[in-house]
């Protein structure tokens, strides 16, 4: 059974960096576009970064230049480190894996989101 598992979220100051992992289990996704969403109070989940399975990445406009997305393919892994957070930012953020690129919302591997809250 595939389980996506996310850690790392938590509360933290605006201005300040945290860094989301994402470990799979029950198979392997080598081969597979490893991404992460968000989902804000009241707003629609969006696609935040992903990482195809040959190294290239995406980022939404609002993360380009503070958000890495980075792939650990020996450790089944996904991260994405976060800087110079804003209050918006806050969300409850979402692993997945696909085979399309970039990932679909609905399709593939999802795992259960963790809370990030930035505070201004």
């Known amino acids: 059974q595939v389980q996506l598992v996310e850690s790392g979220g938590g509360l933290v100051q605006a201005g300040g960096a945290l860094r989301l992992s994402c470990a799979a289990s029950?198979?392997?996704?080598?081969?597979?576009?490893r991404g992460w969403f968000r989902q804000a109070p009241g707003k629609e989940r969006e696609l935040v970064a992903a990482?195809?399975?040959?190294?290239?990445?995406i980022y939404a406009d609002s993360v380009k230049g503070r958000f890495t997305i980075s792939r650990d393919n020996a450790k089944n892994a996904v991260y994405l480190q976060r800087n110079s957070l804003k209050p918006e930012d806050t969300a409850v953020y979402y692993c997945?894996?696909?085979?399309?690129?970039?990932?679909?919302?609905?399709?593939?591997?999802w795992g259960q989101g963790t809370q990030v809250t930035v505070s201004s």
């Open positions: 997945a894996v696909d085979r399309a690129y970039p990932p679909q919302y609905g399709r593939g591997y």
């Open positions: 029950g198979r392997t996704f080598v081969s597979y576009t």
């Open positions: 990482i195809g399975w040959s190294g290239s990445r």
